[in-house]
């Protein structure tokens, strides 16, 4: 085997024509005989180059609706046939089959045409056939043959011809070839994954296609001895993290995306109400708070952990204006997301070079479906995103004394928050403001009493009277399987609460809470977070 092979002859199907200018006229300038399909014959043709349509090499024409017209042996053949083996070069010989040195093809627009919200048959019409075929046909052959599916590699391609006089090196088609297969691998999972989920419902097929795109290698991982990278559906997914305009500031890292990211879902559950702010860190919520501004809402979020915040991300569900922003840069953060910044905010935060400013547009769906993918020894764990919401109508008293308004307006407040709290989550909420978080604790009560010992600190730090979980209410994501929990939160001072029930010791709560004159709702439904 030579590590030149010779382009003398290229088939080019495109439905993207974009680049096919300059690729058509290097080829030509090197003698290469274009041999093509419709409508990239027709632009070809154009652009003032000779080309063959396939159907003088099959001697058929195109036919039903252009489904029937490269599945031929005179294009396989070209494909396929091992140039050395005597065999195989006899057989071309026999029957008139041309050799095809490099393919160039974009398959149908699959991914678009869903994407664009097309009908169901306009979707099946959009499934390619004889692209992926031709593809992996030239991809398997790559010892002799080029494969190109990225316009990105017509420039490699064409410089390769300029540099060796018309041929295409082994590394060159090596790596034209993995990148194929993986674009038809992709292709399918698409199409499957269209199938299973759009056109039958399912939840979780038999089979999970992933159809994904590496948009950037990142620096390293959760820690600098691991590689990481972020990837992307191939057909467009939810706005969110992963297609924010990143307006300024330095990479964003692994832990940077993770913890956006769990920010942004537990804003986009505030998404249509009044201005919001959610501060993380590490993941989980160390400030939420809603008020009659961006500005408000912010230093609220602020104030329930102060100590927490510094270093931390934070996201808001208005654009950012100038008092907002200029509240954010009086301690150091490492990214803040908005839906879009005013041009007074986006100069106060210029100035802060390390500061990573997202734009996402729209805010993410909360109750959109989707799928949760989690790697363990061995294999995966998937399931569908928890976006489980309880109506007020399904919440059930369970206490002798009945929750005032603004207790069930405070419980539901906390329960949205403890959803996106690591388990076991403790909530104190009052007045749409955090009071205390306890987050990922191996016990319940510990969460309860770290979370009152925050409320206790930024009581001290900022000069309030008492902490802001007297007269709070309190979330728990899960039920109290024992009264010990609860007891915590009484003490810290808190009137009602919202858990989920089904404990076995749930009259042994109920009763502590009567005795304490709480209010208590059952929700039936947890929020586990792992």
Same mark, same amino acid.
């Given at each position: ?8 002859r290229?088939?080019?199907?495109l ?10 006229a ?7 005989e274009?041999?093509?399909t ?10 003032g ?14 036919m ?11 294009v396989?053949?070209g494909?396929?046939?091992? @140039? ?7 057989a071309?010989?026999?029957?008139? +089959? ?15 045409t869903?994407?664009a ?7 099946i ?5 004889g692209g992926?075929?031709?593809?992996r ?14 316009t ?8 390769e ?7 295409t ?7 034209l070839?993995a990148?194929a297969?993986?674009r038809?691998?992709?292709y ?16 979780l097929?038999?089979t999970?296609?992933?159809a994904?795109?590496r ?12 590689a ?5 559906p ?11 305009q990143?307006?300024?500031g330095?990479?964003?890292?692994y832990?940077?995306?993770n ?10 559950e505030? @998404?249509?109400g009044n201005?919001?702010?959610? +501060?993380?860190?590490?993941?989980n919520?160390?400030?939420v ?19 927490s ?9 208005r654009?950012l ?8 840069t ?6 803040v ?9 986006r ?16 805010l ?24 489980g ?5 399904e919440? @059930?008293?369970v ?8 207790e ?11 959803k996106?709290v690591?388990?076991?989550?403790i909530?104190y ?7 205390g978080?306890?987050a990922?604790?191996?016990?319940r009560?510990?969460s309860?009493r ?21 007269g ?17 939160a +009484? ?6 609460? +919202?858990?989920?029930g ?11 809470a ?14 586990f977070?792992?």
């Amino acid at each position: 085997m030579t590590d030149l092979a010779p382009v003398r002859r290229a088939l080019l199907s495109l439905s993207d024509k974009g680049g096919l200018e300059e690729l058509a006229a290097g080829l030509v300038r090197h003698g290469v005989e274009l041999v093509s399909t419709g409508g990239t014959a027709a632009r070809l043709r154009e652009l003032g180059h000779p080309v063959r349509d396939v159907s003088e090499l099959t001697g058929f024409p195109e036919m039903m609706d252009g489904r029937v017209k490269t599945l031929h042996p005179n294009v396989h053949g070209g494909l396929l046939a091992v @140039r050395d083996e005597p065999a195989h070069a006899a057989a071309a010989s026999d029957h008139g +089959i041309g050799y095809i040195d490099l393919v160039v093809i974009n398959l149908y627009p699959f991914e678009k045409t869903v994407a664009a919200g097309a009908d169901r048959d306009m979707v099946i019409e959009n499934i390619d056939i004889g692209g992926p075929s031709m593809v992996r046909s030239a991809a398997k052959n790559h010892r002799y043959v080029a494969c190109v599916t990225d316009t990105a590699d017509y420039a490699a391609v064409l410089d390769e011809l300029d540099a060796t006089g018309g041929a295409t090196s082994w590394e060159l088609r090596k790596r034209l070839a993995a990148a194929a297969f993986a674009r038809t691998a992709a292709y399918d999972s698409a199409i499957a994954s269209w199938f299973a989920f759009a056109d039958q419902g399912e939840q979780l097929p038999a089979t999970l296609p992933l159809a994904m795109t590496r948009a950037s290698t990142l620096r390293y991982g959760e820690n600098p001895h691991q590689a990481a990278a972020l990837y992307i559906p191939q057909a467009r997914g939810a706005a969110g993290v992963a297609g924010a305009q990143q307006v300024q500031g330095k990479e964003l890292s692994y832990n940077n995306l993770n913890d956006a990211d769990a920010a942004l879902e537990l804003l986009s559950e505030f @998404r249509d109400g009044n201005p919001a702010c959610v +501060i993380v860190k590490h993941s989980n919520p160390c400030g939420v708070a809603q008020g009659s501004s961006l500005a408000d809402a912010y230093r609220a979020a602020f104030e329930c952990d102060s100590v927490s915040a510094f270093g931390g991300i934070v996201a808001v569900n208005r654009p950012l204006d100038a008092e907002t922003a200029r509240a954010i840069t009086d301690i150091f953060t490492e990214v803040v997301i908005a839906p879009d910044a005013d041009e007074e905010a986006r100069a106060l935060f210029a100035a802060k070079k390390n500061l990573r400013l997202l734009l996402t547009g729209e805010l993410p769906d909360p109750r959109r479906p989707g799928l949760m993918v989690k790697s363990i020894t061995g294999g995966l764990l998937v399931q569908t995103r928890d976006n489980g919401v309880i109506l007020p109508s399904e919440l @059930r008293v369970v206490t002798k004394r009945q929750p005032t308004p603004q207790e069930v307006s405070d419980c539901r407040f906390a329960w949205t928050v403890a959803k996106h709290v690591k388990s076991n989550a403790i909530v104190y909420a009052k007045d749409g403001v955090t009071a205390g978080i306890g987050a990922g604790q191996m016990n319940r009560r510990d969460s309860a009493r770290i979370a009152a010992a925050k409320a206790r600190e930024a009581a001290e730090t900022f000069g309030w009277t008492g902490p802001r979980t007297v007269g709070s209410a309190v979330a728990s994501d899960a039920f109290f399987p024992f009264a010990d929990g609860l007891l915590a939160a +009484i003490e810290a001072g808190a009137t009602a609460v +919202i858990q989920p029930g089904g404990s076995m010791r749930d009259d042994e709560v109920i009763a502590a809470a009567d005795a304490a004159g709480l209010a208590m709702l059952f929700t039936g439904m947890r929020h586990f977070r792992h």
